[in-house]
């Protein structure tokens, strides 16, 4: 699972992990088929398969862990070009079912939050750029989304730390800008060393460890940098 998958979406914590859709290649670098429904748990240890997704789906938002866990928005190709979707699926440690559909359909975005209680950040639309999607919050208890306050600017392929109530923004496409959540409104926060997107981050809205990426200037990154709330430390890599 971990050497045949793309553009994944992944969660929980070191030993109760949880990775679902993606593209799956039949050789690492091979030719990829979108849409993949199958979802692996991670114990700490091992890579385990579980139930499939009902809807295959890539670039989407994942939060939750292996006993619960919550899929929204992406991409799937169940139509003659990629089509984005709004659906929901919730994971209640034995099957998916769905749940409630997103406002605004979005791909490339940031996730935060539990099964219960995610936030949607940012993404992709045709005009992203000049219009920043608004960030949704799902109510599992009513099965909804709703709207909140957008960020200040437009970005896909980013990624986020925190939760709902407490959220850092970090990067992505064609910006270096960070952008703080407050559980009312965004702020401004320290920028991103480089441009960078397709980047990944795990921790805490004031404590996180953001990985990888492709910053304009290269076509691979091994960068790693610690977030402190204020400054950001670039950490050894291997």
Known sequence: PTTDGKVVSAAGSY?????????????????????????????????????????????????????????????????????????????????WSYGGNMNQCRNEFGSVGTATDAFAIAGYSYDFLVNPLPTENYNAGTNTWSACPPISTGRSLTTAT?????ATLFAGYSTNTVETWNGISWGSGPNYPAATY???????????????????????????????????????NT
């Open 15 to 95: 030993t109760s992990g949880i990775m679902a859709g993606g593209c799956v290649t039949s050789t690492p670098g091979g030719p990829s088929t979108p849409s993949c429904t199958c979802v692996n748990t991670f114990n700490g240890v091992t890579w385990s398969s579980i139930t499939n997704l009902n809807c295959g789906r890539f670039v989407h938002g994942t939060t939750g862990d292996s006993s619960t866990a919550l899929v929204f928005g992406g991409r799937y190709n169940n139509c003659t070009t990629y089509c984005t979707t709004l659906s929901t699926e919730e994971w209640n440690g034995v099957a």
């Open 162 to 166: 925190g939760n709902s109530n407490s």
């Open 198 to 236: 397709g980047l990944t981050g795990v921790g805490s809205a004031q404590d996180a460890l953001i990985m990888g990426g492709i910053p304009s200037a290269s076509p691979s990154n091994k960068k790693v940098y610690s977030y402190e709330g204020n400054s950001f430390t670039e950490q050894a």
